[in-house]
């Protein structure tokens, strides 16, 4: 009759192997493509039932107000959860470090990507791609300044969400997963193309 250290031993590589597939023994965390996946569905998920939610019961102007505040707390508890029971690691990680260095990047880019934008419509009105025919208005509209703060707030938080879950979870953990089987270089090259194609899809659809 096998002695209990035996069983034990026997039980262990049971268990070990059952969970081999979705958990990482070696860093006690799961695999990274699990880690890379399910931020993302969480928070599609949980931005899914609340604009679902606040569109069914509440009319502009009060509808936009409250999803910029369920947008804003499922970005942030889905940073909470990533950092601290999926990715089990620290959110600077992810780029996410808020000193001088970082305020400086945050302006210089926001800055280049207001003139982008903004350089992209007065070219296409010069050249005759797009023209204004009107404006539209709906009854109880905020006034401007407001609602220009809510829709900034709206594009903003869409803005970070998607550079959390698709360039910081997804990027990082599907390069370092598949560094150790097609190369650093490779892994790093692969989920950046297809992020950048996630986003664009994402970005033409919102």
């Not at 928070?43 to 910029?68: G, M, S």
Request: net charge positive.
């Amino acid at each position: 009759m096998p002695s209990t250290e035996t069983q034990g031993q026997t039980m262990w590589r049971v268990r070990y192997w059952l969970t081999w597939p979705v958990w990482n023994h070696g860093d006690q965390r799961l695999r990274a493509p699990l880690r890379a996946l399910i931020p993302l569905v969480l928070t599609f998920l949980a931005l899914a039932v609340i604009q679902t939610a606040v569109r069914a019961r509440f009319e502009h102007p009060i509808r936009e107000l409250l999803e910029l505040l369920g947008l804003a707390v499922v970005l942030t508890l889905g940073l909470l959860v990533a950092t601290r029971l999926i990715d089990r690691r620290p959110a600077t990680d992810y780029g996410l470090s808020v000193d001088r260095d970082w305020c400086k990047t945050a302006a210089v880019g926001s800055v280049i990507g207001i003139l982008v934008n903004a350089g992209a419509l007065v070219v296409s009105l010069y050249a005759g791609w797009v023209s204004v025919t009107g404006f539209a208005e709906t009854p109880g509209t905020l006034p401007f300044v407001p609602a220009v703060v809510v829709t900034f707030g709206l594009i903003a938080v869409a803005a970070m969400w998607e550079e959390f879950i698709f360039r910081a979870t997804m990027l990082k953990n599907l390069a370092e997963g598949g560094a150790g089987y097609v190369g650093e270089k490779p892994a790093i090259l692969l989920p950046s193309s297809s992020a950048h194609s996630s986003s664009r899809h994402y970005t033409a659809g919102k």
